[in-house]
């Protein structure tokens, strides 16, 4: 969402000059290091918002780069420091007419079956029938993963994208931070190195990458409780590249678009930047309420307590929701699960969203579907502060 937005906001704001320029100098960066999907046909770009729905995997990675290894203690000094995990998994679903967002998170520890996937070098891995979900990566890297996901969920995925530790640092800091919210007593985590009070802070760089990671400094401590608080970081984005502050200046714009093309690798299919925008185009106006982000639904592995298993009834009701397009509700109480706690806005708060452009089409459903409670998940228009661990009374 954030290569996303910044491409298509140089665009649409900056003068015809800078954006012609801007997509001219994309292209090569975008296009060189841009992988080849596997079973995925790639779709030629055209001018205007994308025809019909899309579906794209955005992946982070754990890998150990020189520059910042020092920052992640035994992950980058220990035997596997040479390895990669896929531990942040995103499915962006945009709708069809009318437009909706959902952003579904799959838990590092699912245990799914990896099929058998093709290597950029051409080698062929054998599949098999349980493994963690992040270990996708070293079957086949990013189209392994976007396969695995594709096959888990019934989806195509014509679009992908690996972003790193240092790309999260890289990004975040070209676009000026992002609000997040601590709540509680603060967060005290030693694996990510933070020990901040409660209240509203703005993480840049590699702070936004501690927020990112945290999962001890959460009430709950579980990866779970995480994809919670990353949901909050989330939805403050969302939220602030819709902003005045970013898409009224033209130069920010051009420098947080070449900031994101130099810090992805994607799949060929969106190596022209003129994807990029066609799929900005057509989320542009989506309102916050329409942008929800969801978790996997998932269930206790009855072989392993720290490990998770697909609650595959409950994810059913959620693809079959998307396929129908119909809004859809969250049922679950976000503050239960240890990882964020709602928060009413400021009264003098009016908050920014989008108007939408669409109108719900013939056999749609205006009343949004409730999603089983097993389904957490929160809209970019609810506000959240993270669960910390520090008790509110010191």
């Not at 270990?135 to 969920?153: D, H, M, P, Q, R």
């Not at 890289?170 to 020990?195: F, L, P």
Request: net charge negative.
């Amino acid at each position: 969402m954030k290569l996303v937005g910044v491409v298509v906001a140089v665009v649409l704001v900056s003068t015809a000059g800078v954006a012609a320029y801007a997509l001219t100098d994309l292209t090569g960066s975008v296009a060189e290091n841009a992988v080849a999907l596997e079973g995925q046909e790639d779709l030629p770009p055209d001018i205007g918002a994308i025809e019909g729905g899309v579906n794209l995997l955005l992946v982070g990675t754990d890998e150990c780069e020189p520059q910042y290894a020092k920052y992640f203690g035994e992950r980058c000094t220990g035997a596997d420091s040479e390895g990669q995990l896929n531990d942040v998994n995103m499915l962006v679903h945009i709708s069809d007419d009318p437009r909706r967002v959902t952003v579904i998170s799959f838990p590092r520890d699912l245990m799914i079956p990896i099929p058998s996937c093709t290597s950029e070098d051409g080698s062929v891995t054998g599949g098999v029938s349980n493994d963690q979900i992040n270990t996708a990566w070293s079957y086949g890297g990013l189209s392994c993963v976007n396969k695995t996901i594709s096959e888990l969920s019934g989806l195509s995925i014509p679009f992908a994208a690996k972003v790193s530790f240092g790309n999260v640092i890289n990004i975040t800091d070209a676009i000026g931070g992002v609000d997040v919210c601590i709540g509680n007593g603060g967060i005290r985590d030693s694996n990510t190195g933070i020990d901040w009070p409660a209240g509203e802070r703005n993480v840049q760089g590699l702070e936004a990458l501690q927020f990112l990671r945290t999962r001890y400094g959460l009430a709950n401590g579980s990866d779970l409780a995480r994809i919670s608080n990353q949901q909050q970081y989330m939805s403050s984005l969302a939220r602030k590249l819709v902003s005045e502050e970013v898409l009224s200046d033209p130069a920010t714009l051009y420098k947080l678009a070449t900031t994101a093309v130099d810090n992805i690798t994607p799949s060929e299919s969106l190596a022209n930047p003129m994807t990029l925008v066609q799929i900005a185009l057509a989320v542009k106006n989506v309102p916050f309420e329409e942008i929800v982000f969801v978790q996997y639904p998932v269930d206790q592995d009855p072989y392993d307590e720290n490990r998770v298993v697909p609650n595959r009834q409950a994810a059913e009701a959620l693809w079959a929701a998307l396929a129908a397009n119909e809004p859809i509700h969250v049922t679950n109480d976000a503050n239960l699960g240890g990882g964020v706690i709602t928060v009413e806005p400021d009264a003098d708060e009016t908050p920014t969203t989008p108007t939408p452009s669409t109108t719900p089409t013939p056999g749609t459903t205006e009343a949004p579907v409730d999603l089983p409670d097993s389904i957490p998940g929160t809209s970019a228009a609810d506000r959240t502060c993270s669960a910390g661990n520090v008790r509110a009374d010191g």
